[in-house]
C-alpha cells in the first residue's frame, strides 16, 4: 500500500500475515507536534497522510500525545478522519483503521495478529521500565488472541551501542545495580518482555536513528524532527 505515502521503511514480518505497517525517514519530513517544537507543516503532513491512507480504503487513523507512560487507548468503535487524544502511549485497534505513534529516538512497537488486530506502541525508558508492550500485549490477549500468533516489530530506534544511561536508569531498565553511566539496548529488553508473554514471532530493524541519522531524525543527534510508524489494523469478517 505504499503508493501515495510518504518515504518510508516497509515492515515485512508484518506484511506476512496481511498487516500493512511502515516507519516514515527523515525523507518524509518531521511528523512532531507544537509541543515538541515542530510548526504547522508537521500539521499539513499528518491531514497529507491520513487522505493517502483513506485513498487506500483505511479513512481512520488514530494517533496520542505521547506521555512516556504506560495507558493503552483499545479502540473498539470506529470514528472519522484522523484523531488525536490525550495523554497515551500505545493503540490497540480491534476494529479496523490505522493506529501511529512518532519516535526519534524511542522504540516503536507495531504489532499484529491474522485475525486484523494491530497495537502501535511508543517505548521509551519509562515505557519499557513500566511495562508498555506487556499492557499492550494484554489489551489483545483479553479479546481472545493468543500472543503465540503475534507479531511484533521493533522499528527503529537508538542501537545499544549509542545508548547510554545514568546508573539509576540502567537500574530501573535492567534490575542491575551500577556506578557507572551503562549502554542499553531497549529493543532487546523489549523482546525479552515479549516472549515472556508468549510471543514466539518477533522482528527488529537494523537501523539506529544515531548511526542513521542521514535517514533518520534523532534526539540524541540534536534533531527535532520525528518519525511516524503506522500499522493498519483490519475490521474483523462476520460470518
Same mark, same amino acid.
Not at 212 to 231: C, E, K, P, T, Y
Given at each position: 500500500m505504499s503508493a501515495g505515502?510518504?518515504?518510508h521503511l516497509p515492515v515485512p514480518s508484518l506484511a506476512d500475515i496481511g498487516i500493512a505497517a511502515f516507519i516514515t525517514t527523515?525523507? =518524509?519530513?518531521?511528523?512532531?507536534?507544537?509541543?515538541? /517544537?515542530?510548526? %504547522?507543516?508537521?500539521? #499539513?503532513?499528518?491531514?497529507a497522510l491520513q487522505r493517502a491512507l483513506a485513498a487506500q480504503g483505511t479513512p481512520r487513523l488514530a494517533s496520542a500525545r505521547q506521555v512516556h507512560?504506560?495507558?493503552?487507548?483499545?479502540?473498539?468503535?470506529?470514528?472519522?478522519?484522523?484523531?488525536?487524544?490525550?495523554? =497515551?502511549?500505545?493503540?490497540?485497534?480491534?476494529?479496523? /483503521?490505522?493506529? %501511529?505513534?512518532?519516535? #526519534?529516538d524511542c522504540v516503536p512497537v507495531l504489532v499484529g495478529h491474522p485475525s486484523g488486530v494491530v497495537a502501535a506502541v511508543h517505548a521509551g525508558?519509562?515505557?519499557?521500565?513500566?511495562g508498555i508492550l506487556p499492557e499492550a500485549?494484554?489489551?489483545?490477549?483479553?479479546?481472545?488472541?493468543?500472543? =503465540?500468533?503475534?507479531?511484533?516489530?521493533?522499528?527503529?530506534?537508538?542501537?545499544?551501542?549509542?545508548?547510554?544511561?545514568?546508573?539509576?536508569?540502567?537500574?530501573?531498565?535492567?534490575?542491575?545495580p551500577t556506578r557507572h553511566p551503562r549502554h542499553v539496548d531497549l529493543r532487546a529488553l523489549l523482546a525479552e518482555q515479549a516472549k515472556e508473554l508468549g510471543v514466539r514471532r518477533w522482528t527488529a530493524s537494523a537501523e539506529c536513528t544515531r548511526c542513521?541519522?542521514?535517514?533518520?531524525?534523532?534526539?540524541?543527534?540534536?534533531?527535532?524532527?520525528?518519525?511516524?510508524?503506522?500499522?493498519v489494523g483490519r475490521a474483523p469478517t462476520v460470518g
Open positions: 505515502l510518504p518515504p527523515r525523507a =518524509a519530513g518531521s511528523f512532531g507536534f507544537p509541543e515538541q /517544537g515542530d510548526d %504547522a507543516e508537521a500539521t #499539513a503532513r499528518w491531514h507512560g504506560t495507558r493503552v487507548l483499545v479502540h473498539r468503535d470506529q470514528w472519522d478522519g484522523w484523531v488525536r487524544i490525550d495523554g =497515551a502511549d500505545a493503540h490497540v485497534l480491534s476494529a479496523g /483503521g490505522a493506529a %501511529a505513534v512518532t519516535i #526519534a525508558w519509562r515505557g519499557v521500565a513500566g500485549l494484554r489489551a489483545m490477549m483479553a479479546l481472545g488472541l493468543a500472543a =503465540a500468533e503475534m507479531v511484533v516489530h521493533l522499528g527503529p530506534s537508538i542501537c545499544g551501542r549509542c545508548y547510554e544511561v545514568g546508573p539509576e536508569v540502567y537500574e530501573r531498565l535492567t534490575g542491575w542513521d541519522n542521514d535517514q533518520l531524525f534523532s534526539h540524541r543527534a540534536g534533531d527535532a524532527g520525528r518519525q511516524v510508524a503506522v500499522i
